[in-house]
């Protein structure tokens, strides 16, 4: 007998051994997972960063390209104002030219030619005319000289306005290309930091594929271990109910809450509502009072007794409907007091401590359920 205890005891050592690695497992996968999503939303975020400095390098090589086109129209009009220049300061010259001619001509000759143009007038009327057209010359040296120096002025300031565009979109082109590399530096940047963060989430999927499949093969190891430790305690005699003094003990009431403690003989609380299991079974569905083999269990409150019989799973288990949808459920006992269809008052023992059912060990999983949905035990004690 000391024998079967030992194995026994050396299995569920393993068992707990294996829950613990078990643990560690679960919180570095909730870890990589964790790391997995916020890689995601940088890259997300580096993405959007990209697109948008692509945008907007696009919108600059399209100003670049309408501003070159200005600066070649703005290069021929300038071309054509250089010409247009050019011919006036020729019709300027010949002008000036041809009136020093005939201010040279009549300087040399006196006015003896005007005045012998004026006598071979035959009549009075041919003599105003001739008078008045010598005068004419005179005039319209002048008036064309000032015409054309007027054009002359009138082109330089055309041309010049033109050189200050022409500047202008040479300063806006220079701006553009320092645009340009700035942005192509940024996009740059981005891509870099894209192919850092693909290689980060690379590598953080395989970490977190081998922190699952050493998971799953945790998982394994542990039901086949619970299974041999349930294979070992039945075989001892674990594995069927085993009235204790053969009868239950007196009522307790413990705790301020709406139930009352289940187990208040247990050492500590071996695990709780929620923690990580299996990939299967991801999240514990109650609370396991650590105690001794025989400790008292008590009904958390008023009710009905639905079940009381022995299951693989479960071992012997009772389930007491306390109605308006509450239901409690007590397992693994290592002895049944009450029976199906019998009403139990809060406090009463309903049976006691065991390790029967699948089970790493000598405990009560109680388990709280509304509505046939499994709720935080700690939220009724």
Known sequence: MLQWKRIISMALVLVLCLGLTFQVKASDI???????????EQKNETQAEKDSLTEKLNAIIGEMEETQKKLSAKELEIQQKEEELINAKVDENNQYESMKKRIKYMYENG?????EILCASKSIGEF??????????SE???EQLTAFQ????EVKRQEEELQNEYTELMDLR???SDDQASVEQLLADANMKLEDLEKQIGDNAALLEKLKKEAEEAAARK???????AAQAAQSGGGSTVEISGSPGPSVVSGGGQFTNPCPGASYISSEFGEYRSPSDPAHKGMDFAANTGVPTYAAADGTVLYAFYSDSAGNWVVINHGNGLVTKYMHHSAIYVSEGQFVTKGQQIGAVGSTGWSSGPHLHFQVEVNGVAVNPRNYL
């Open 30 to 40: 909730e870890e990589a997972q964790d790391k997995a999503e916020q890689l995601e």
């Open 111 to 115: 006015n003896t030619e005007f005045i």
């Open 128 to 137: 105003l005319n001739n008078a008045e057209y010598i005068t004419s010359i």
């Open 140 to 142: 319209y040296d002048r």
């Open 150 to 153: 007027k054009v002359v002025a």
């Open 174 to 176: 220079e701006k553009l």
């Open 223 to 229: 039901k086949a271990a619970e299974e041999a430790a």
